[in-house]
Nanobody, 120 residues
Framework: QVQLVESGGGLVQAGGSLRLSCAASGSIRVINAMAWYRQAPGKQRDLVASITSGGSTNYADSVKGRFTISRDNAKKTVYLQMNSLKPEDTAVYYC??????????????WGQGTQVTVSS
């Protein structure tokens, strides 16, 4: 009863910027925390940034000062603004959300992922 759809990934040169979006849809009562994770080939999936329903944010040390997470609750969308991109940022980026539906609970729901590739 819920879908998370990521967009905005692509190929960018080192030092460039990308803005990822993740839009939630379906029969949703409220979304608590939302987050972005990433997974590079051969690596584990790691938390990049998270944001609470009230707007409190948390970032991985590797992206602090370069990435900004934000959300638009009316649009049920979370964003990740990525600046000063580095080749080591190359990964599939996944949206995650803690969702309360009218007749269901999705405490750890994942999007399909969007590829970000940063060339040197």
């Amino acid at each position: 009863q819920v879908q998370l759809v990521e967009s905005g990934g692509g190929l960018v040169q080192a030092g460039g910027s990308l803005r990822l979006s993740c839009a939630a849809s379906g029969s949703i009562r409220v979304i608590n925390a939302m987050a972005w994770y990433r997974q590079a080939p051969g690596k584990q999936r790691d938390l990049v940034a998270s944001i609470t329903s009230g707007g409190s944010t948390n970032y991985a040390d590797s992206v602090k000062g370069r990435f900004t997470i934000s959300r638009d609750n009316a649009k049920k969308t979370v964003y990740l603004q990525m600046n000063s991109l580095k080749p080591e940022d190359t990964a599939v980026y996944y949206c995650n959300a803690d969702i309360y539906g009218w007749d269901y609970r999705a405490p750890d729901y994942w999007g399909q992922g969007t590829q970000v590739t940063v060339s040197s």
